[in-house]
């Protein structure tokens, strides 16, 4: 494997810092071509990095929490692990960049900083719009690619052009389809089925996006039966939490009936094993997290209630990411210039 350098906010996430740290020893332990910038203040990385190859301090004395306005805080916390993680892939000192932190000042950090492709409209170069993607188990044992999940809650027409042709090339680069096929999310799958807003997208994705399927429903983000789903950041969101609730209330529910008498204790230890790697697959662990596609550098982005193994396997699928050049193959699908 190629040397790749990853910079991970020490910060991010609602966890204490020494879980970020364990997952970063984690992944450094895994792939003997990492090496991985630490950022966070000093009295956290610097005696971490000390005692760890491969491991290296970037010293940031502001913090930006789940709580402050992302935004507002990009603007005035500029000594943030967030600010300087995302400045350090502008500048080349790291090829990627992975936070546990706020979805908000990641999105807004990497947007002014990594800063997106530019595309024609109009006749004027126009800054694209980065897409949160990630890909989620689907029934038919593989994965499906989800974008936008959050990032943008207010688009135009041409904004899902955008997502459509970046998820598409994320699910070619790093989940190895071939030739994938694209649904517009909507209430049917009839070509005049959904909002005004739905029914404008249509046809622009229907001529400019290769493998368009047509309109898909929220049953089809888990069937399989596209492998990229593609919607505004509101309905995004929106539906990823539907699907994150309902795998939380199975899961309980489950747990509670086979902890209720002895008869669901002896079912629940006999299949302890496919339970667990239920709740692994459910729990999104495994991922790691989900990628802002649209930047020129990785940036990716893990669940606030994360884990020392999400932290990892986020740091390792960020070196990935750069390793199978995704940044240059989302760069292509949308025909701009480098």
């Known amino acids: 494997m190629s040397d790749v350098r990853i910079c991970v906010d020490a910060m991010g ?30 009295d956290v990385v610097v005696p971490f990095c000390e005692s760890h190859e491969r491991a290296e301090s ?21 000594k943030s692990s967030i600010v300087l993680g995302c400045r350090a892939v502008k500048k080349g000192a790291a090829d990627g960049f992975f936070s546990a932190g706020s979805t908000g000042a990641v999105t807004a950090a990497g947007t002014a900083y990594v800063t997106p492709f530019k595309a024609d409209r109009d006749g ?22 989800m974008c936008d999940m959050g990032a943008n809650p207010d688009v135009e027409p041409w904004d899902m052009v955008r997502f459509a042709q970046m998820g598409a090339a994320y699910a070619s680069c790093v989940l190895g389809v071939d030739e994938p096929s694209v649904g517009l999310l909507s209430n049917g799958t009839e070509e005049h089925k959904g909002s005004v807003f739905t029914q404008s997208c249509y046809p ?39 699907i994150e609730g309902a795998a939380k209330f199975m899961m309980d529910e489950l747990k509670a009936g086979m902890t209720a ?7 629940a230890l006999l299949m302890r094993d496919m ?3 239920l709740k692994h697959k459910l729990s999104g662990d495994a991922k790691g997290g989900a ?8 940036v990716m982005i893990g669940h606030g209630a994360t884990s020392a193994e999400a932290v990892k396997n986020g740091t390792l699928a960020c070196a990935e990411a750069v390793r199978g050049g995704l ?5 292509e699908s949308m025909g701009l210039e480098a």
């Open 291 to 298: 990628i802002l596609l649209g930047l020129r550098g990785v």
């Open 58 to 78: 970037l010293v940031a004395p502001d913090v930006i929490t789940m709580e402050d306005d992302p935004i507002n805080a990009v603007m005035t916390k500029r």
């Open 275 to 277: 339970l667990r790697a």
């Open 204 to 242: 622009l994705m229907a001529e400019h996006v290769p493998g368009f399927a047509g309109n898909c429903e929220g049953g089809d983000i888990t069937s399989g039966s596209v492998d990229v789903v593609v919607c505004n950041g509101f309905d995004g969101n929106i539906a990823l939490k539907s």
């Open 261 to 267: 008498n002895l008869k669901g204790k002896v079912a």
């Open 124 to 145: 004027k170069k126009t800054a694209i719009r980065p897409c949160l993607t990630n890909a989620l188990p689907n029934r038919r044992g593989g994965l499906t690619v």
């Open 13 to 42: 996430g609602d966890e204490p810092a020494e879980v970020v740290l364990a997952g970063i020893e984690a992944a450094l332990e895994a792939d003997r071509s990492l090496t991985v910038l630490v950022a966070g203040p000093e």
């Open 327 to 331: 940044v240059e193959r989302v760069r």
